[in-house]
């Protein structure tokens, strides 16, 4: 299991339900600790690919292997646990509850893991340590989410998916509501963390321009085939 890569996939197929889009992918790796940026346009299906991976979506066919498990092998309990002890999620929109404190916000994948819940130890000095570290200042930790800027909002849901230290961090295009230095400088922070956790991250964008901070970037065409919608935006 140690030796197993984060993510494994092998000739997945998904189609959406209503049958227009469809993504098959062959194969694809990210290795325990890396960081990879998967780059791609518009409706290329990078959130797709992100939620299979995650198993918020099933595939049709194909095996997803994360850490050695093969998700199709885990019922809905099972693989909502597994999702829990082991990913931390970025979305694109943050996704924070806005009238939660932002500490509240931090600890909510700790509700859902004990794995987490024991490796974060004390929870609230560990969700506080880690705001500060991401740049949140403690003033705001008390106040509710929605009163907090989007660049602040994000580093809230930086430490909401790092908090107990998970091995996956997958991260939806979570600079694009920011200017050039802002991501950098929060893609800088980051690392900063997923050194110290070990932690593997795939994030996804459609902006090459973040490249350099990563340890692998490839386009979503290398690995994907698709048809449908939007399929000559990336296929082309
Ligand atoms: P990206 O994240 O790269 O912008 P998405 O994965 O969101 O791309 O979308 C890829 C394709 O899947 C698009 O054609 C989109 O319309 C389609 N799609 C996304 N969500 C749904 C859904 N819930 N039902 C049907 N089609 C969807
Ligand atoms: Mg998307």
């Given at each position: 299991m140690e030796d197993d890569p984060a993510v494994l996939i092998r000739n997945a197929a998904f189609r959406w339900p209503d049958g227009e889009f469809a993504l098959r992918i062959d194969a694809f790796a990210l290795?325990?600790?890396e960081r990879q940026l998967l780059l791609g346009p518009s409706g290329a299906g990078k959130s797709t690919l992100l939620n299979l991976i995650g198993g918020f979506l099933r595939p049709q066919s194909g095996q997803i292997t994360i850490l050695g498990r093969e998700l199709s092998d885990l019922g809905q309990t099972a693989l909502d646990r597994f999702r829990a002890d082991h990913f931390g999620v970025i979305f694109q929109m943050f996704n924070l509850l806005p009238y939660l404190s932002?500490?509240?916000?931090?600890?909510?994948?700790?509700?859902?893991?004990?794995?987490?819940?024991?490796q974060a130890g004390d929870a609230h000095a560990c969700a506080e340590r880690l705001l500060s570290r991401l740049g949140v200042a403690p003033d705001l930790h008390r106040r509710p989410a929605a009163q907090l800027s989007v660049g602040q909002q994000q580093r809230v849901a930086a430490a909401r998916a790092l908090i107990g230290a998970p091995q996956i961090i997958l991260a939806d295009e979570p600079t694009s509501a920011l200017d050039h230095d802002n991501a950098g400088k929060f893609l800088d922070l980051l690392q900063t963390e997923l050194?110290?956790?070990?932690a593997a991250l795939l994030m996804v964008s459609h902006d090459a321009r973040i490249a350099d901070h990563f340890d692998r970037v490839i386009d979503l065409t290398s690995i994907a085939r698709t048809e449908g919608r939007n399929s000559e935006a990336c296929c082309g």
């Amino acid at each position: 299991m140690e030796d197993d890569p984060a993510v494994l996939i092998r000739n997945a197929a998904f189609r959406w339900p209503d049958g227009e889009f469809a993504l098959r992918i062959d194969a694809f790796a990210l290795a325990r600790g890396e960081r990879q940026l998967l780059l791609g346009p518009s409706g290329a299906g990078k959130s797709t690919l992100l939620n299979l991976i995650g198993g918020f979506l099933r595939p049709q066919s194909g095996q997803i292997t994360i850490l050695g498990r093969e998700l199709s092998d885990l019922g809905q309990t099972a693989l909502d646990r597994f999702r829990a002890d082991h990913f931390g999620v970025i979305f694109q929109m943050f996704n924070l509850l806005p009238y939660l404190s932002v500490l509240d916000n931090v600890l909510i994948p700790l509700r859902f893991s004990r794995q987490r819940r024991q490796q974060a130890g004390d929870a609230h000095a560990c969700a506080e340590r880690l705001l500060s570290r991401l740049g949140v200042a403690p003033d705001l930790h008390r106040r509710p989410a929605a009163q907090l800027s989007v660049g602040q909002q994000q580093r809230v849901a930086a430490a909401r998916a790092l908090i107990g230290a998970p091995q996956i961090i997958l991260a939806d295009e979570p600079t694009s509501a920011l200017d050039h230095d802002n991501a950098g400088k929060f893609l800088d922070l980051l690392q900063t963390e997923l050194q110290a956790t070990g932690a593997a991250l795939l994030m996804v964008s459609h902006d090459a321009r973040i490249a350099d901070h990563f340890d692998r970037v490839i386009d979503l065409t290398s690995i994907a085939r698709t048809e449908g919608r939007n399929s000559e935006a990336c296929c082309g």
